[in-house]
């Protein structure tokens, strides 16, 4: 069964330093999701995505964060200058174009120290 | 703006015994509502899903769920749980208007099986 991917599974960077978290949907699909949760906390929508631009995005993806499908295939998150508060567990999800669904990854845990 | 919450943080409770989460949307339109699993170690899984129709929905591992429109809520059951739906469960809620459909999700439920 087809899944979505991403990589890292863990990433620890330094405050203040840009980062990159990968996600490869599944390939049919259309709609790209980013979502984070903060330890304890729910489970938060930060953008989609849908024919190469931002669809929505919430309150929390200022200008420190861009999204970018460079391919293909990968779906990126870019958080120019990483917060301590940016550390999180960061979701991809996908769905199809006449689906509802969204199908998520298994997450890349962030650690900005 | 929707809002999801769910009732209890944590359940825990033996094998065969019988399992109800709450869950209740605020949002004045049609929504999409789900009921999503993460096993520990596992990424998030859906379990079932109501978009319109019959308002008890029945999903994978033996849950359903049904939608009360009145009383806003979509409550996850199981009939008799086993140990291995030890999960945290999720609520989560789309607009069908919205352009990106995105979730908005509860705080989720973590549930504790005992053999």
């Known amino acids: 069964e087809p899944e979505v991917t991403q990589t890292p599974s863990h990433q620890v960077t330094q405050m203040g330093q840009e980062v990159i978290l990968r996600c490869v949907p599944i390939?049919?699909?259309?709609?790209f999701y980013w979502y984070r949760q903060i330890l304890g906390q729910k489970v938060e929508f930060l953008v989609s995505?849908?024919?190469?631009?931002?669809?929505?995005k919430s309150e929390i993806f200022d200008d420190q964060f861009s999204v970018e499908r460079p391919d293909g295939s990968n779906f990126t998150l870019k958080i120019r200058s990483t917060k301590l508060e940016d550390s999180a567990m960061y979701f991809c999800?996908?769905?199809?174009?006449?689906?509802?669904?969204?199908?998520f990854g298994p997450g890349t845990r962030l650690t900005v120290l | 703006a929707q809002s999801v919450s769910q009732h209890n943080h944590h359940v825990i409770l033996s094998e065969a015994a019988s399992l109800e989460l709450g869950c209740n949307y605020s949002?004045?339109?049609?929504?999409?509502l789900f009921w999503y699993v993460q096993y520990p170690g596992q990424h998030l899984q859906l379990l079932l899903k109501?978009?319109?129709?019959?308002?008890l929905v029945k999903g994978i591992k033996g849950f359903e769920a049904e939608f009360i429109k009145s009383k806003f809520s979509f409550n996850l059951r199981k009939p008799s749980v086993q140990w291995s739906d030890t999960a945290e469960y999720f609520c989560?809620?789309?607009?069908?208007?919205?352009?990106?459909?995105?979730?908005?999700f509860g705080g989720g439920t973590r549930v504790l099986v005992k053999p």
């Open positions: 109501y978009f319109s129709g019959d308002p």
């Open positions: 949002y004045g339109g049609t929504v999409n």
């Open positions: 989560a809620v789309s607009s069908i208007k919205a352009a990106g459909n995105k979730l908005t």
């Open positions: 390939s049919n699909h259309l709609y």
């Open positions: 995505f849908y024919n190469n631009e931002i669809s929505e």
């Open positions: 999800a996908s769905r199809g174009e006449w689906a509802d669904t969204q199908y």
